[in-house]
Structure formats: C-alpha cells, structure tokens
C-alpha cells in the first residue's frame, strides 16, 4: 500500500456520497443503543440499513491471514480499542461503544467511528470521549495542502497528552478511496514536518485511538478485537477528510448521530 492515488473533484463527489451515507448508518445504529441490546443487534440494523440505500457494507467479507471479518460493524466496548466483533454481549448503563463503519457504493469507500455512551458514564470517561473528539479535529485541522502527515499525527498527539492518555501506536489512520485502505499510513503520534506532504486531492481517514491508561493493546482469542492490556476505557472518532489548498473538507459527519444523541436524552 505505498502508492498514493489523488482523487479528482468527481471521484471526491462520489467518496462523499459513500461517507454520507455512513454518517447516517451510524446515526440510525446510535438509535437503538441503550442498556440491553446486543451488540448483534447493532450489527444487523447497520447492514439492513445500507443494504436498503444501495450500498454494501465495507468490512463484511474483510479478510486478514485466515480469517475472514463477517459484520458490517466493529464495535468495541469498553477497554476495546477497535475491530470488535458483534455479538452476543449485552450494552449495559455505563458503558462506552465505539461503531466503527465502512460503505462501499459507486465503487468508493467512506469509512467514519463514533464513541457512544449508553446510559450514564463517569466524568473521567466522558473527558477521555471529549478529548479523543477534539483530538480529531485538531488532526484535521492541520491536514492542508502542503503540510505533512506528521502535522496531523503531532497535533493529535499534543492535544491528548495534556491529559495523560495512552496514543494506540499499533493502528493508523489511512488513505482511503478504490480501497478501503490506501497509503499514506495517518499515525497518531509523530513530529511535525515529518511524513508525506499532503497534496490537494488526497482523501484520508483520521482516528485517533486513546486509552484512558496505558497506550499498550493486544489482541483477543477471536483474532480481531484489539484491547486495552490494562483493561481500562478507550475511545474512537474517525472522519473521512479530503486535503485541498486551505481546510480540508470533512466528507463524513457526526451530526446525524449527534441530532440522535439529542433527541435521546430529551426523551429520558
Ligand atoms: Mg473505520
Ligand atoms: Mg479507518
């Protein structure tokens, strides 16, 4: 994955449509989280959802060594970190889920992650969610034309080590577009003027991965999902973004789920 394909302002159109359409899976997954729902449950809304607007789920079908990814979501609970497998698992009060979709439809993928809480969360955790939030769009802002990769990856790191979380090192964000997963490699850690120079026209994905303790992860039995070694809360946002002269254009969006949010806790 080292080359790097620019993308044309028609190709950038249709990756938008394919981060749209994510935003909304999110959104109308976000609906149903709450204390006793599986997080299978989850996982079947997403698909019927992007199945009926014409398009197909990204990771289902996504394969590593030998195993093949089987879900349309990853969500990851708690101290996992990212690539949980739906299940039998139950949400309960206090818990945080990351959703984690991809869509591919015309030929490109759109790619985006929000943390949810269910319920009511600690102070402490609804900081970590907080910062990894605005930790992401301090990414963002920093991913221009003519700056670097490392600028991304510094200014996430700068923005959440003021609060002494642990940076996931292990994954990265990535170019994305024909395939799901392109170079560059977006890490969330780096120097500042390091990395590739950011051209008009490349589309990447930003996901800061924090943990409230330690940055170490490994790997569960299931062979996917990636966890806190000490057990401890982590949180995900990702945007899929495209680089132009001066700000880069958000493709996906969190307002949909954020309307969701809203309404739910006017409903309690
Ligand atoms: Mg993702
Ligand atoms: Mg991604």
């Not at 973004?241 to 996906?252: N, P, Q, R």
């Amino acid at each position: 994955m080292s080359k790097i394909y620019l993308k044309t302002d028609e190709e950038i159109e249709l990756i938008r449509e394919s981060c749209l359409l994510v935003s909304r899976t999110i959104a109308e997954t976000g609906k149903y989280i709450k204390e006793g729902v599986s997080t299978i449950e989850l996982d079947r809304i997403a698909e019927q959802f992007i199945r009926d607007n014409g398009a197909k789920p990204a990771f289902k079908g996504y394969r590593k060594e030998n195993s093949v990814f089987d879900y349309t979501l990853c969500v990851s609970v708690n101290e996992q970190v990212v690539h949980g497998v739906p299940g039998s698992y139950v949400l309960k009060n206090g818990d945080v889920v990351s959703v984690d979709c991809g869509v591919l439809k015309n030929g490109f993928y759109g790619d985006s992650a929000y943390t949810f809480a269910v319920g009511e969360i600690t102070q402490e955790v609804k900081q970590l969610l907080k910062v990894t939030k605005e930790s992401l769009y301090k990414g963002i802002e920093n991913a221009m034309a003519g700056k670097r990769v490392g600028d991304i990856s510094s200014a996430v790191e700068d923005h959440v080590s003021k609060f002494g979380y642990g940076i996931v090192r292990e994954l990265v964000g990535h170019g994305i577009g024909r395939n799901l997963h392109e170079a560059p490699e977006v890490p969330n850690y780096g120097k500042r003027g390091s990395g590739v120079r950011m051209e008009e026209g490349l589309v990447i994905a930003i996901e800061p991965m924090i943990n409230l303790g330690k940055r170490d992860v490994k790997i569960e039995k299931d062979g996917w999902t990636v966890s806190a070694v000490d057990k401890k809360p982590s949180a995900h946002f990702e945007h899929t973004i495209a680089v132009k002269k001066g700000k880069a254009e958000i493709l996906t969006t969190f307002e949909y789920i954020e309307q969701e949010v809203k309404l739910k806790k006017e409903a309690v």
